[in-house]
């Protein structure tokens, strides 16, 4: 079975910083792996996803994410954060196309001005 | 609608009593997903139906959680003699059969609280 680990739970950084979101996954068979976006009382948004081709991914508002394969892990950056992107973010996967995700508990990014 | 969207958009309840959520996909969308967002637990899957094939019910958390979706579209959530451990967001998601690239588009979630 496939599971989700997002190590740090709160992540706090200045604004203009850049961060680094870290998640890793476990699995015995090719994944597609994704990164949502939870911003204050609202739904989730897709940022980016890694089907195939490329490991490096490039999602909305900036981030992008690098798919590595030996080190199981897809971690989300971005060079220069806003007080915009405070929000949760998570790591999920999923072995085929249409099968449930399987998701991380979530980084909480604080952007401090 | 453009999106899809769940109903109530909150929910509180007494400690055994039974509650329905309900969920509108996106038009034309044949698979549909639950999710349970909880403190300490995060983002769960509980039931996922895809076309008129038997849903996958592995998620379910306990005998008192079921769903069924009516004509392919509309699905509802019904937990019966609710317990305070249910207490969480519940989310709905759906996407087009349309293999690896389906994306699931997520609704906004009834956050049901359990006193």
């Known amino acids: 079975a496939q599971s989700v680990t997002q190590l740090d739970s709160q992540v706090p950084v200045f604004e203009e910083a850049p961060v680094e979101l870290r998640c890793n996954y476990s699995?015995?068979?090719?994944?597609?792996l994704f990164w949502y976006v939870q911003y204050p009382n609202q739904g989730l948004q897709l940022l980016l996803k890694?089907?195939?081709?490329?490991?490096l991914v490039k999602g909305i508002n900036g981030f992008e994410a690098e798919f590595n394969k030996s080190q199981t892990s897809f971690h989300l950056r971005k060079p220069s954060v806003h007080i915009s992107d405070t929000a949760e973010y998570f790591c999920?996967?999923?072995?085929?196309?249409?099968?449930?995700?399987?998701f991380g508990k979530g980084t909480r990014l604080s952007v401090i001005a | 609608g453009a999106g899809v969207s769940q109903s109530p958009s909150n929910k509180v309840t007494e400690k055994g009593k039974d509650v329905e959520l309900r969920c509108d996909p996106i038009?034309?969308?044949?698979?549909l997903y639950w999710y349970r967002q909880s403190l300490g637990q995060g983002l769960e899957f509980l039931i996922y139906f895809q076309g008129n094939s038997a849903p996958d019910k592995s998620g379910l958390p306990s005998d008192r959680f079921s769903a069924e979706r009516t004509g392919g579209s509309v699905s509802t959530l019904t937990i019966q003699r609710t317990q305070q451990e249910d207490s969480a967001v519940y989310l709905c998601a759906s996407s087009s059969l349309r293999g690896r690239d389906s994306e699931q588009f997520f609704g906004p979630g009834t956050r049901l609280t359990v006193l």
């Open positions: 890694y089907l195939s081709g490329s490991t």
């Open positions: 699995s015995s068979v090719s994944v597609y």
């Open positions: 038009s034309g969308h044949t698979a």
């Open positions: 999920a996967v999923r072995p085929s196309g249409n099968t449930p995700l399987v």
